[in-house]
């Protein structure tokens, strides 16, 4: 009788051993893509700004365009 519980109790603790483990690794897994999907985010958010910063160049300079079509076109009429 003693011997089927230990046998029963050595069972349990290896199959939860395992799930453990099993458990473990998908979270690790899911942590990592995670990080990589917030590396790829970031990255995103960097380049996004170097553009915005570009348009924003590219507004400024024919902002200063439309100001001296205007001034030559008041000049006129």
Not at 34 to 39: C, K, L, T, V
Not at 51 to 57: E, L, N, P, T
């Given at each position: 009788m003693t011997g089927a519980v230990i046998t029963i109790a050595v069972i349990l603790l290896v199959v939860g051993g395992i799930t453990g483990s099993v458990?473990?690794?998908f979270r690790l897994q899911r942590h990592r893509a995670?990080?990589?999907?917030?590396?790829?985010?970031?990255?995103l958010a960097e380049e996004s700004t170097a553009?915005?910063?570009?348009?924003?160049?590219q507004l400024s300079a024919l902002d200063e365009r439309v100001k001296s079509v205007e001034g030559l076109l008041r000049s006129v009429g």
């Open positions: 458990i473990a690794f995670d990080a990589a999907a917030m590396a790829a985010y970031r990255k553009v915005q910063q570009a348009v924003q160049g």
